[in-house]
C-alpha cells in the first residue's frame, strides 16, 4: 500500500503547510508526482492511520472495480444483472493491473471511472466533461480524451472538460500558490521523480524501446515514434463508428506515449474485455485476458539493471501491454475502412414497446 501512504503524505504536506514536493516516503523513498489539487483531495486520507487507511483503500478499490465492471457493461452495450456484475468483478480482481491497484493502494480505478462514466453519458447531458476535466486534474494524462472530444466534433464538451480541468489548476494554485509554481514550472518535467523508465514496471513505448535498445534515456528513439502513435492513434480514434471503440482507442493511446504507464495503469484492461466479449470477438477476448493475468513482466530477472540486458527471447515477455496495445491499434485500423467523420456517441437504449402488436409471434 506504499501509493496510499505517499497519498497520505501529500494530505498531511497540505495540511501542515510542509513542501509537498520536497518529502519522501516508505523504503522506496517515494516522492509527491501528482498536481496540487490532487493533494487537496488526499486530505481526508490523514483523519485515518495508516492500517485503517489501508483497509480503507481495500474496500474502496473493489467498489471502484464493481463500478468500473458496470461502466463497461454500459460502453459495450451489455446487460449488468447483478450475479453477472458480482462474479465479473470477483474474476476481475485477477486481472493483473488490477490486482496491482489494490496491493499499491492506488487511485488508477477511480480515475477511470470518471473518465468511463462521463464519456458514456448520454449526449448533451448537463455538465458533461465536468468529470473528465477533474480526472485530468489529478492525473494529466486523461487530458488526451479532451483531445478526442475536439476530434470528433464535440466542442462543447470538449470546452466543459478544458474548462473543469483550467478549474483545478486555478483551485491548486489558489490553496498552494508556492507548490503550483513547483510543480508547473519544475516537477511536471523531472519524469525521474514518477521513476526509472526502463525498468518491467513501465508498460509504456518509452519502457518498451529503453529494454530493447537496452538504454536508460532512449531519447528520440522514443520520442518519434511517441508522436507517431499519438498521430495515428488519436487519427484512428476520430474515424471509429461510435464511442465504444472510439474511447478505447483513445485510451489505449494515452498509455502508449505517456513516459511512465506503470503495469497498473492498465486497468482499462477491463472495458477493452468487455467490448470484444460484447463484439463476439471471443478468442481475442480470451487472450487479452490471459495476457493480462499471466504476469510475464515478474516472471524475468528485472533487480537491478537487469531489464538493460535481456535477450531479444525476454522483450515479449517483458512489455506484454505496449506490445498488446501497438498490435491492437495496427488490427484496428487494418479492419476499419478510410471514409468520412462517423462518429456519434453511444445511443440511449430504447424500451421495448408491450403491446400485443409489436410481440413476436409464436
Known amino acids: 500500500m506504499a501509493d496510499a501512504l505517499v497519498y497520505r503524505a ?14 519522501t516516503v516508505t523504503e522506496w523513498h ?13 486530505v481526508p486520507t490523514t483523519w485515518l492511520p495508516p492500517d485503517a487507511l489501508k483497509v480503507a483503500f481495500v474496500v474502496a478499490n473493489v467498489a471502484l472495480l464493481a463500478a468500473l465492471v458496470r461502466l463497461s457493461c454500459r460502453l459495450a452495450s451489455l446487460p449488468a444483472r447483478l450475479p453477472a456484475l458480482c462474479a465479473a468483478t470477483a474474476l476481475a480482481l485477477w486481472l493483473e493491473p488490477v490486482f496491482q491497484t489494490v496491493l ?13 462514466w462521463d464519456l458514456t453519458r ?20 486523461p487530458a488526451v480524451f479532451i483531445a478526442y472530444l475536439l476530434l470528433t466534433r464535440r466542442h462543447r464538451e470538449a470546452a466543459v472538460a478544458a474548462s473543469a480541468f483550467a478549474g483545478t489548476v486555478l483551485l491548486g494554485a489558489l490553496a498552494l ?40 534515456s532512449p531519447g528520440l528513439a522514443w520520442a518519434l515514434p511517441a508522436v507517431a502513435v499519438a498521430c495515428c492513434g488519436l487519427w484512428l480514434a476520430r474515424r471509429m463508428p461510435d464511442d465504444r471503440r472510439g474511447v478505447l482507442v483513445t485510451a489505449l493511446t494515452a498509455l502508449l506515449i505517456s513516459p ?19 463484439e463476439g470477438r471471443l478468442r481475442l477476448a480470451a487472450v487479452v485476458t490471459v495476457l493480462f493475468t499471466a504476469r510475464t513482466l515478474w516472471l524475468i530477472p528485472h533487480q537491478g539493471d537487469l531489464d538493460l540486458q535481456l535477450p531479444w527471447w ?17 488490427w484496428t485500423a487494418r479492419r476499419e475502412p478510410v471514409g468520412p467523420l462517423r462518429v456519434r456517441a453511444l445511443p440511449r437504449r430504447r424500451r421495448l414497446s408491450r403491446s400485443p402488436a409489436a410481440r413476436p409471434r409464436p
Open 314 to 330: 525476454q522483450q515479449v515477455l517483458a512489455s506484454p501491454y505496449p506490445l498488446l496495445g501497438l498490435a491492437l491499434l495496427g
Open 122 to 141: 448520454p449526449p448533451g447531458a448537463p455538465g458533461k466533461g465536468i468529470a473528465l476535466g477533474i480526472a485530468a486534474g489529478v492525473k494529466l494524462t
Open 104 to 116: 499499491f493502494g492506488q487511485i488508477n480505478l477511480a480515475v477511470a471511472c470518471l473518465i468511463l
Open 260 to 278: 511512465i504507464s506503470w503495469s497498473h495503469h492498465w486497468v482499462w484492461c477491463v472495458p477493452l474485455i468487455a467490448v470484444l466479449y460484447a
Open 177 to 216: 500558490p508556492v507548490a503550483s509554481v513547483d510543480f508547473w514550472t519544475r516537477r511536471l518535467y523531472e519524469t525521474e521523480r514518477v521513476g526509472k523508465v526502463w525498468i518491467v514496471d513501465n508498460q509504456s513505448l518509452q519502457g518498451l524501446v529503453a529494454r530493447a535498445l537496452g538504454e536508460p
Open 30 to 42: 517515494l516522492p509527491a508526482t501528482y498536481p496540487p489539487f490532487a493533494a487537496l483531495l488526499f
Open 10 to 23: 501529500e494530505g498531511s504536506a497540505v495540511l501542515n503547510g510542509t513542501d509537498l514536493y520536497g518529502f
